[in-house]
């Protein structure tokens, strides 16, 4: 308990915390404004070096932004040596904030000594005597709760206030939700702390079931990254992978309130420059993809594409015909294939290689001068090379000359169809799309690798034009790799110095290749739920998802509390996880909500439903409410929705189970529980997805009786 005494102390503390916020602040303003008065011009070397000034106090200003947070939640006073009576005390917030004389008034909660603010605990008092829980509206402090380490030292003090508000942690987990997921800079708990600090190298696997905060905690330890790494990531960004567009949206907004903005946040497509991918039914076909031995289809299909000639070929050139003989492609094709390196920079050589060979059948047996004089014309239709042409004549260099006559070859659009059948120039989605709807390449590059039916899985129709096929999410990592063996990385492929995957039960083999390149220092951190994977990658050892990325260094830490769904729903949950997953750890609930979950058995469920979520709009219920749909209902739903006055309500989101991955909501419908994916096999862990986003209350309907082991409590 905290005494009315300690209240006004932390009152004017906080707010001589925030005056010095500001202080720093306008100090940082006037020193850049400064620079770019006095420096307005100047030579090269000072525009440099003003630009580095104001990019360093703009990036200091926007760490020092926490718009409308509070700047401190807590305090730590430490035990006081032997020959001291006074220990040392440290207020921790957001940002970090130093008097004049560099006095800490605020420490950042990453720099280490905060660390026992997080981890100090009866048992282990890490030399923390109190604890206090500093609650503010913005720089009004409206309650404080403190911890005693040492239960001695509380039963010893005197005069306190009424009994501590509700703990900081409950008071924050039982907020009505928003669109946005906020962050638990104040609440960390031990276990999520441990993660959040965890060193960076290698690969660090976080196991948690539903809500016990593996969102939350990635996006901190991307935020204690950044602060203590931040040089490392200036050169290589610390990138965060989400599943889906809707939950990068969701998330976007924690790093922001803990003023970091430089880390990046995509999902898989996005990462590889697709807005959206398109989603793809066939779960054959998304599996196959996901496939390693894609790896090597898609290596033999650029091998395919490189080939010679089945006959010569005669080509017109000057006043001559030339032949490209099947020979001649054949060693060309065998010492370009030899070569290590992509496809398409070894067109070069090609072009380069034949046509010098074909420079040389031009020049054969003819008097040089008479040759040079008809080439002369050529090269000039050609290239505009006369001139230089002309410097060889006469009686010049052979040499020389065919080296001209070798150029205006190149230019010549006879010669650059030769060499397109024997090396085509090949984009990435033009490969892809070939493979796959030319049954004749794929069974080719197929060989020895897939089986009759497994290319039947990956056909697809001729006829769309490549420029408009709708590429799914499997096909963009497909893309990416087929990239890697057309053409060298550039310059703009951008590699990452740490990658956070969240929702990583999922990930297939191959997205596990990709980002394995897109993070060579193999530095990462994956957090996922293996009882959550549904998608074509059941995956249910975290060696599956590891074995792709090679990594031998790995270290992996659980954790157990959930933090999201109330007991009942968690009872539920762990119920439907029991069908699938035989000897499946029970979650640990903290909170409770009688009576939160309701099934209702209705022919006209859509109805219902609907009926149901207008009550909540009417009734102006607080929080974001969710309805889960199997896809085929989906437009059903909203065309209900949209006649019952509810398709502006901005609260309530209808999506599949697919797209919910990571979400959280206070109120969940779900609509025919058992087909929200269409194969048997996922649909209980899709379900297990489902239930699992809801807070407090779920409503389950379904147009067919419930089984019974859903419903025995
Ligand atoms: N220490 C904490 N203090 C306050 N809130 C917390 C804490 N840890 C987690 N939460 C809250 O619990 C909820 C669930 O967290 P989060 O979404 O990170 O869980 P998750 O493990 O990623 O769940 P899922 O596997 O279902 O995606 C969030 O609202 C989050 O803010």
Redesign the pocket.
């Given at each position: 308990m905290a005494s009315q005494k300690d209240l006004e102390f932390e009152s004017g503390y906080v707010k001589m915390a925030y005056k010095r916020l500001e202080e720093i602040k306008q100090q940082i303003k006037s020193s850049m404004n400064q620079v770019l008065e006095v420096e307005r011009g100047g030579t090269h070397q000072a525009k440099v070096e003003r630009d580095v000034v104001v990019r360093s106090s703009l990036a200091r200003l926007e760490n020092l932004e926490i718009g409308d947070q509070a700047l401190i939640f807590g305090r730590i006073d430490f035990q006081p040596p032997a020959e001291l009576s006074e220990g040392e005390s440290y207020h921790i917030g957001r940002v970090s904030v130093n008097s004049e004389t560099m006095e800490p008034l605020v420490v950042d909660w990453r720099a280490p000594i905060a660390e026992a603010f997080y981890r100090a605990t009866g048992k282990d008092t890490m030399g923390v005597k109190l604890r206090r829980h500093i609650f503010c509206n913005r720089d009004v402090v409206v309650n404080i709760e403190d911890e005693w380490l040492s239960s001695l030292e509380e039963d010893s003090r005197e005069g306190y206030l009424e009994p501590p508000s509700p703990s900081a942690?409950f008071s924050?987990?039982s907020k009505p939700?928003t669109s946005y997921?906020?962050d638990?800079v104040s609440?960390?708990?031990a276990e999520?702390d441990e993660i959040v600090r965890y060193p960076l190298s290698g690969i660090l696997v976080v196991q948690?079931a539903?809500?016990?905060?593996?969102?939350?905690?990635a996006l901190h330890r991307a935020a204690y990254l950044m602060y203590t790494h931040r040089w490392r990531f200036e050169r290589q960004p610390l990138l965060v992978i989400g599943p889906s567009s809707e939950f990068v949206k969701y998330i976007s907004r924690v790093l922001p309130s803990l003023g970091e903005s430089g880390v990046e946040l995509h999902t898989i497509a996005g990462l590889c420059g697709f807005a959206e991918a398109a989603f793809e039914p066939e779960i054959q076909r998304r599996r196959l993809k996901g496939d390693l031995r894609m790896e090597k289809l898609l290596r033999k299909a650029v091998r395919d594409r490189e080939r010679p000639l089945r006959k010569d070929l005669r080509l017109a050139f000057g006043r001559k015909y030339l032949t490209v003989t099947t020979e001649m492609s054949q060693e060309l094709v065998r010492s370009m294939k030899r070569r290590p390196g992509p496809h398409n920079p070894k067109r070069k050589v090609i072009e380069l290689r034949l046509s010098q060979l074909l420079a040389e059948q031009y020049l054969e047996g003819g008097d040089l001068t008479t040759e040079v004089r008809a080439v002369t014309n050529v090269i000039s239709i050609h290239a505009g090379l006369e001139d230089q042409v002309a410097q060889h004549l006469p009686g010049e260099d052979g040499v020389e000359v065919a080296r001209e006559v070798a150029a205006a070859l190149r230019k010549s659009v006879e010669f650059q169809l030769v060499v397109e059948r024997i090396w085509p120039r090949l984009s990435a989605e033009e490969t892809l799309y070939d493979l796959f709807s030319h049954r004749a390449l794929l069974k080719l590059a197929a060989k020895d690798i897939l089986s009759e039916e497994e290319l039947d899985v990956l056909t697809i129709d001729q006829g769309v034009d490549v420029k408009r096929h709708q590429w799914s999410i499997e096909d963009v990592v497909l893309l990416d790799e087929l990239q890697t063996f057309l053409d060298e990385q550039s310059d703009d492929d951008v590699t990452f110095g740490h990658v956070i995957v969240?929702?990583a039960q999922d990930i297939s083999p191959m997205t596990a290749r990709l980002l394995k390149r897109k993070c060579p220092s193999g530095s990462m951190t994956i957090l996922g739920?293996l009882a959550?994977s549904f998608g074509p990658w059941p995956n249910r050892r975290w060696d599956d998802i590891l074995e792709p990325l090679s990594s031998k260094d790995h270290h992996m830490l659980e954790?157990s509390v959930n933090?999201?769904t109330s007991q009942e729903i968690s009872e539920l949950a762990d119920l439907i996880k029991s069908r699938y997953l035989a000897g499946s750890r029970r979650t640990k609930s903290i909170r409770s909500f009688p009576g939160g979950v309701q099934f209702i058995e209705a022919k006209d469920l859509i109805q219902r439903a609907v009926a149901d979520a207008k009550d909540l709009f009417e009734r102006k219920e607080q929080g974001r409410f969710a309805m889960i749909v199997p896809n085929k209902d989906s437009e059903a739903l909203r065309r209900e929705i949209d006649k019952e006055g509810l398709s502006e309500w901005e609260s309530i989101s209808v999506i599949g189970v697919e797209q919910v991955?990571?979400l959280?909501f206070d109120e969940v419908f779900i609509l025919e529980p058992l087909s929200l994916v269409d194969d048997a096999e996922r649909s209980l862990p899709a379900l297990y997805v489902a239930v699992?986003r809801a807070t407090n209350r779920i409503k389950i309907y379904s147009s067919q009786p419930f089984p019974n082991w859903l419903l025995v409590k």
């Open positions: 942690l924050a987990i939700r997921m906020s638990i609440t960390i708990q999520q948690g539903p809500g016990t905060g593996k969102t939350a905690v969240d929702e739920d959550q954790l933090y999201r991955r990571g959280e699992t």
